[in-house]
């Protein structure tokens, strides 16, 4: 494990990076002996910086939640970040693609809470009753280490690759949909880029949800009616260039917009 004061300095360097867009050389291969509690620690003293200047929590999203990334990565759980109002993007507005690094996009089911979740005993049917709808989802992604050659402690620290998030206009009651076989399509420029199925994550993404739950649950963190929850993607995750538009629809769930420029 890695001292408080390593800690810290790792987590001025990804905030350096990010605010200045200048990528930094994988954690990973410079400290070897980091592990997943020194990553989370890292990504939670950014966080609290964020807060500190009035920065809100809006949500979480969980990544590595496909067996594929898992197995990538050589792990055997996903992995978390915060989402934060100042993160949220628009469908109508381009995105400022200058102010990523390299920025990429993902294609999820959005789960809105209407209750709060229990902590570390949360399971599947608690998601369930307290998911009040569902809504289509685009997760925009960067890295703030060199060319996406991260490893597992990389993206943790540096908030699971979180960088904005974007919402379709459709709320779906649960019972209305069964949520392990959504079919998603991707179009960039109008043309199908990538496919998918909600049951991608993990079989089912309420799984994921209680997973974070859980998971969050022993850093003192509760999800709270209100929350969006990002469970992971349905599909591969898909670089996004300049002028690049790009619409996620989603079989009885909508579709959402999000632009580049």
């Known amino acids: 494990m890695l001292t408080d004061a390593l800690r810290k300095e790792l987590a ?3 905030a350096a990076a990010e605010r200045d867009r200048t990528p930094i050389d994988p954690l990973v291969a410079r400290y070897p ?5 020194d990553a989370y620690e890292i990504q939670l003293i950014n966080m609290r910086q964020r807060f500190a200047g009035g920065a809100k929590v809006v949500g979480h999203k ?9 197995q990538m990565m050589g792990v055997d759980e996903p992995d978390y970040g915060h989402l934060l109002a100042e993160m949220e993007v628009y469908e109508d507005v ?15 089911v959005g789960f ?3 209750a709060d979740l229990p902590g570390e005993d949360c399971t599947e049917e608690d998601v369930r009753k307290a998911t009040v709808a569902y809504a289509p989802s685009i997760e925009l992604i960067d890295t703030r280490i060199k060319e ?64 974070l739950a859980r998971k969050v649950a022993s850093f003192g963190v509760r999800l709270k009616a209100g929350d969006i929850v990002l469970p992971g993607s349905c599909t591969r995750a898909i670089d996004a260039r300049p002028g690049d538009e790009f619409i996620a ?6 579709s959402v917009h999000l632009g580049f420029a």
């Open 94 to 108: 381009p995105v400022d693609t200058s102010k990523y690094l390299y920025p990429r996009v993902e294609v999820e």
């Open 62 to 70: 969980v990544g590595l939640s496909s067996l594929a990334m898992q």
């Open 12 to 14: 001025d360097e990804l």
């Open 33 to 37: 002996e980091i592990d997943v509690v």
């Open 148 to 211: 996406w050659k991260i490893g597992l402690c990389d993206t943790i620290a540096d908030n699971a690759s979180s960088a904005g998030y974007v919402l379709g206009q459709a709320r779906v009651a649960p019972e209305l949909l069964d949520i392990k076989a959504i079919d998603a399509v991707l179009t960039r420029n109008g043309e199908v880029i990538a496919e998918g199925r909600s049951d991608a994550v993990l079989g089912d993404p309420t799984i994921a949800v209680a997973w």
């Open 249 to 254: 629809e989603f079989a009885g769930l909508g």
């Open 112 to 114: 809105i809470l209407g």
